[in-house]
């Protein structure tokens, strides 16, 4: 398994820790403290997508699969936390995302 490989499974975990904790607080289970390790994870995230590229692209994988995802993940900040239009995009994104990471690996 190659670096990207590595890089790929681990933003994808990121991702779905993301996720869990998007839901979390959506349905309310926490409303703490919670919110910015949301953010810092979001932030984290990003990054990986970013660095997901940019590892398939030196070893010449299919990088721009991971554009739609990292798109669609910058477009967040616009929708509005606890609507549904912020965790339908989440979906969205997290889709993109495999898509992505299926075609990138």
């Known amino acids: 398994m190659g670096?990207?490989?590595v890089a790929l499974v681990l933003t994808g975990l990121l991702l779905a820790a993301l996720s869990l904790l998007g839901l979390s607080l959506q349905v309310g289970w926490r409303r703490d403290a919670a919110?910015?390790?949301h953010h810092a994870l979001f932030?984290?995230?990003c990054a990986g997508v970013l660095i997901c590229g940019a590892l398939?692209?030196?070893v010449g994988q299919?990088?721009?699969a991971?554009?739609?995802a990292l798109a669609l993940l910058l477009l967040m900040p616009r929708t509005r936390p606890g609507r549904a239009g912020h965790w339908r995009l989440?979906?969205?994104c997290a889709f993109a995302y495999a898509v992505g990471?299926?075609?990138a690996w």
Do not use: S
Request: proline share 8%; no cysteine.
């Open 3 to 5: 670096v990207h490989h």
């Open 35 to 37: 919110r910015w390790p």
């Open 66 to 68: 991971l554009l739609p």
């Open 43 to 45: 932030f984290i995230v």
């Open 90 to 92: 989440a979906l969205v």
């Open 56 to 58: 398939a692209f030196a």
């Open 62 to 64: 299919r990088w721009w």
């Open 101 to 103: 990471a299926w075609a």
